[in-house]
């Protein structure tokens, strides 16, 4: 196999994963912004609600900020997945759960919840 298959078919895996090998996770699809609300606003699961103001979402909190302008105040979607997955890294005394650090979220959610936050 020459060095141009195994790039090509490298490029090819990482695409049909939704990852881009040139700067973080590629634009999200509609199915996994969707399928990141019903995460993140399942009671069970993410329920981001419960400390968040999210545009569609009923009965929001307010312990934490709203969670609107997300590519404005995560331009790196990669530092939003962080701070999904463990806030305390960057202030040790949060108070959001670390989600994927916890065993909250799998990986693959915290990945659906971050694009669906990062989408509003």
Known sequence: MSMKQIISGALSLALLCGISLFGGMSVASADAI???KKVAFDRKKGNCL?????????????????????KARFP?????RA????????NPNSIMPPFGK???LT??????????????
């Open 107 to 120: 990986e693959e959610e915290v990945d659906l919840v971050t694009e669906f936050i990062h989408s509003l």
């Open 102 to 104: 916890h065993a909250v």
């Open 76 to 80: 790196n979607k990669a530092d939003l």
């Open 83 to 90: 701070q999904i997955w463990d806030p305390t890294v960057k």
């Open 34 to 36: 969707s399928d990141g």
């Open 50 to 70: 419960a400390c968040h103001m999210i545009a569609g979402g009923s009965l929001p909190g307010n312990i934490g900020p709203p969670l609107i302008a997300m």
